[in-house]
Each structure stands twice: as structure tokens, then as C-alpha cells.
């Protein structure tokens, strides 16, 4: 008793003197909400504790019901890390209104993106444009106030995402072998990141886009019919200026195409679709031009430099939304690879190593004007550090024009003619060509029919230009490599990149094969056929990568060479026998075509569906209401290099057997080849 006296005794001074001081509540610790994409789900507003409704459909935007039952079941679809898209049992997106209210609307926009964090099982909703938390506003659903919370709960009736699926099942063989090699081929040559290339206008489309396939592949006014993205187009891939009607998504009744070089050809669940079906490294090239981008009517900064830059972000976003569609950061399976053993460690998890590089004519700035270089040896070395920030793994340091490194390899024809006018522009002369034996850079790739075509498409020439007369027959580019090239493949030598040599003048080339020569040095490339032979054969000598232009496997009836015939070409140089891997080259929204249909398709056709190299089960792949058939489309969009690779061993015949080993080695080769270099 005596106890309880002094307890309660204690218990009243307590009382009396205010206690002790009571802990605070911790503040709820709010993180990005990652695992909602594709959930199915109600939501129950409340203001701090105290519930307010289930929302519901109104007749304009949305309100309140206590009953569960009558709840609408909203669907999302992940925007970006930590970003949503939501869609209600019609498939309408909520969006914030400028009167406060959040209503129903037709159609993605940024006031349909809302940005959600997670605590204690409560969300919150935050417009993503305006800022305004999602909650109860004047009786209906808008912007509430710092104590707006959502509860979610499981339900049915959700409107599905309009997506496109990779048309790909069954379980993939491992992506390397019991000895940790590498097992699946390699594109080393595309270019997924053209929407923001050439001042971000000139190619219509995106690999990837918050709102998905029907905001990233939808048409384009100024590329349909007289638009200057059609008269461009024209003049590039020869297509049709007057009847192009547009169409993307649903019905992508005008594009993709395999001859369409001005829309977007690698959606990612294309790339999906490849990656799925045994594709290992795909090493995407950030590419630019000043002359291109000036001719286009809307443009960001023409810099070349400001454009790799703008595509450096855009590759980094594109893995964050991957993996936002896939469940958070680091779960997507589309993985940035900086270092030879990063693409190990991706190809371990079975997942797709991307490497990075460059291609443009004039990097860093370095022009050469009337042969007068635009640059220093100290914008070379700064150039080069920025560029290994970006994890930029080989570079070009000739690309279309001649520049301050070198001479360039020549186009032909219209394109040739295009080309050339840009080297003027871009230099203040043509090019300048001999005649030559042996190796060369091309066979008098330019008449006067060519321009004449040209000026017809609405080209103009700069005031008191003459048109170049080449001679007949083997030309070459009277350019090599200059002092300052010479520099710049010593840096990236001393740095470990891969010295692309596609693109350089036979001269050019030649020298720089001199240095990797001397120097032992592996780290050269060959990787979409703008080689001469010779130089192939001496890249391979010292240890360097080949790659062939994706191409059709045989005869396509357009005068292109073939794959195959490409493949046995090198393979029979004298240096061929050091082919351990194979490559391919698709150059995809690089202003080439992709593969057409082979010519003996509808004889022997590509059978659906199929079993990849990988063991996974492959069927067409279907945009919207389109189906894609390799057959008839041909290479129309990346998905369908799944098809062409199978395509491609079944039409080897007796060198099937090697041809699927040489391309199954493919990303082994190149990686081992960047890893000596690097060594």
C-alpha cells in the first residue's frame, strides 16, 4: 500500500509540473514510389487522418464516394523514376486543370504526369508541372493540401496501357558461357538516341517517351506531305515527298519502313524484343552535324558538341525510364556500360549492355577551313575529358566531311551530291579527289545528274559555287591525316578508346593503321562497311573488330551488296582467319536504310514463329493494328533484327555452322578487343 501511496504521490507532481517531455511524432519519410507501374488499384483520399472518399467519375473530373465498391479503378503506367501516367477505367488520364480541379482528359500531357513518394502505406500524388498535391479541392478531386494523403487498394476493371509487346516467350539460354564468355551478337553500330540529333527536329519520333507508344511514335506535320521533313527525306532515302501520309501509332500505315531514314526505327520495347532474343551489346553512337541541323526549319543549338551533349542525357533518361517501366532503379534491363567489365556484369545478369560512342564530323569544334584547323591540341585533350565523363568508349574522327583530323570517305549519288555540298559549307571547298589504284574511297561517286537532282529537290549551292568534275573510275580523297589527327588518335590511344576508322579517307586511314601497327594497339574498328577491304584486313591484323552493315541476307533486288557475301569477304582476307567474333552494323536511324526483303522471301520465307539463337520463342511483332513480317517488311523497325538474325543463319547453308558461331562471339570479340586496348 505504502507503495501506491508514493506512486500515486509521484504520478500528481508529475501532473502538476507539466511530466516529462512527450517524444516527438517523427515525420513520416517520404520516398519515390517505384513498384506501381501497371498496378490496378483504387484510391482513398484522406486530409491528415481523416478519410474523405474513394474516388469516383464524375460527368467532368473526379469526385467522392464512401463505398468501395463504387471506387474507379485507375491503371498506372510509370513516366519516368518515381513519375506515373494514370488512366482511368476509360483509359483517360487524370490531369491537373488550370481551375484547380483535376478533370479527365484526352491524352498524355505534363499536366498528366504526377510525381509519387511513399510512407507508412499512404501516398502522395504531386503534379509533376504545377506542383500542386493531389487532394480535396471545393468538394471534387484537385489540388488538396500538405496533409493530403492516398491509400491504394487492389481492383478490377482497369483500362489496359497501349503498349506494344515484344512478341517473345520461354526462358533465354545464359548470356555467357560456364567459362564467363560472352554468348550472343553484338549491333555495333546504331543510333537510338536521333530524336535529339541535328537540333532534335529532323527525325520524328522517339526510342522512348513518357505517355508511351502513342506519344513517342505518333506522326509528325512537318514530315507528312510537302513538309520540309518529307522534301528532306526525298532528297536523303529517295522516298516519295507527296504521298506521305504520317500515320504512326495506331496504325503506322506510312512508317516505319526499311527505306525510311527520317522516323524512329528503335522503339525500346523493339529493343526489348532483340534483347530477348539473344542480343548482347548494342553500342550506340551519339551522332551530329552542323550543316544538317541548319537545314532544318526548328532547331535546338546547331553546335555539334551542345547536340552529343543533348544525346548523352537522353541515353541516361532512357535507362531511368526503363527501369521505371520495370520496377525501379537498376531493374531495368537496358544497362549503360562504361568499361569492359561493366558489360560483363550486365551480359552476367543476363541483361543488355549499352556502350556509347561518337560520331560527327566536326568533334570538338575541329573544323579545318580552306585546310586551316578550327581547333588546338588543348580543346583535343578537354574535349576527350568530357567525353570520357560521358563514359564515351571509341570515337570517329572523321565522320562525313573533311575535317581538321583528316580526309573523309566519299557517298555517292544523290546523297554523295547532298554530302558534298555540306563539306563546302562546312570547309569552304569540295572535295578534292585523284585518280588511284589499289584501295580507294570510291568509284567517281558524284556526276552532274546527281546535283542536277539535287537542285531540283530545292538544294541551293553558296553564291558563286562551280560544280566539281571528278575523274573516271577509282578516286581517292587527296587528304590523309593531319598533325592534329595525329595527336588525337596518340590521346586516344594513351586513354584506351576504340578508334573508329569507318568514314576516313583511304589515307586517312592508312596512317592511323601505321600508328596501331607500331604500337600493337588493338583498338580499332571497322563496325558498318565504309572500309576499303585493305583496311580491314590490316585493322584485323592487329587485333581489331569488324562489323558488317546490316544488309539483307541476300539478294534484295536494290543493287546492295548482301550480308553474307560481306561476311565471307572478310572472312577470307588474309587476315580472316582471326575472326573469333563477327558483328553487326544496323546503323539504325542513321540516315541508311535497313534491310529490305529478300528477293526469294515469298519461296523461302522466315517461318512464325521461330526459335531464337537463344532458345526463346519468337512471333511477329505487332504496332497498334500493324503486324510486322520480316517477308514482306523486311528490317522495317529493331525488332525485327530478332527475325533477320535467325533469317540470316538459315540462308547460310553450309557456313551456317560458323556464321552463327562467328556472330554469337560477337560481343565476346568486341569486348576482349576493348579490353586490350585498354590494358
Known sequence: MARLRKLAAGLLVLGLVGGLPVPAVAAPAWAPAHDLEGACVTLQVYDGS????????????????????????????????GRYLLRDSTGKPPYQSVLGWVWAGDAYGDRADWTVSVADGRYRFVSTATGQQLGVYLGG???????????????????????????????????????????????????????????????????????????????CPSHATLGWGALLEAIIAGTDPINSAEDGWPTFGDWPQHDTMLHEASYFRSLERAWQSGQRVLNVLLVANRVICGLTLEHTSCDEMDQIRAQATYLRKMQDYVDARNGGPGKGWFRLATTPAQVRQIAAQGKLAVTIGVENSEIFGCREVNDVPQCTRAQIDAGLDELAGMGV???????????????????????GAAVNVGNLISTGHWWQATSCTGPSDNEQPLVSDDFARLLQLGVGLPAGAILPVYPSGKICNVRGLTELGRYLVERMMDRGMIIHIDHMSVKAASAVLDMAEQASYPGVASVHSWSDPSMVNRMLGVGGFVAGYAFSATGDGQDTPTFLDEWRANKGLANGSKISGYGVGTDVNGLGPQAAPRLDAGSRPLTYPFTATNGTRVAKQVYGSRTFDLNTDGVAQYGLYA?????????????????????????????????????
Request: glycine share 16%.
Open 50 to 81: 481523416a478519410p474523405r472518399g474513394y474516388v469516383q467519375r464524375a460527368s467532368v473530373g473526379y469526385g467522392f464516394t464512401g463505398a468501395a465498391s463504387s471506387a474507379e479503378p485507375f491503371r498506372f503506367e510509370a513516366t519516368q523514376l
Open 141 to 219: 478531386l484537385g489540388a488538396g493540401n500538405a496533409g493530403s494523403t492516398v491509400a491504394l487498394a487492389p481492383a478490377n476493371g482497369c483500362a489496359a496501357v497501349p503498349d506494344i509487346a515484344t512478341g517473345v516467350s520461354g526462358t533465354a539460354a545464359p548470356g555467357v558461357d560456364a567459362n564467363g564468355k560472352m554468348v550472343g551478337w553484338i549491333d555495333a553500330h546504331a543510333h537510338i538516341t536521333a530524336a535529339e540529333a541535328f537540333g532534335g527536329s529532323l527525325h520524328c519520333g522517339d526510342a522512348y517517351a513518357p505517355g508511351g507508344a502513342p506519344v513517342a511514335l505518333k506522326g
Open 393 to 415: 568508349s571509341g570515337i570517329y574522327p572523321v565522320h562525313k566531311f573533311d575535317n581538321a583530323f583528316g580526309g573523309t570517305r566519299f557517298d555517292e549519288g544523290v546523297t
Open 643 to 679: 527475325d533477320w538474325i535467325t533469317d540470316l543463319i538459315n540462308q547460310a547453308g553450309p557456313d551456317a555452322t560458323l556464321l552463327r558461331r562467328h556472330l554469337l562471339g560477337g560481343a565476346e570479340a568486341y569486348t576482349m578487343m576493348w579490353e586490350k586496348a585498354r590494358a
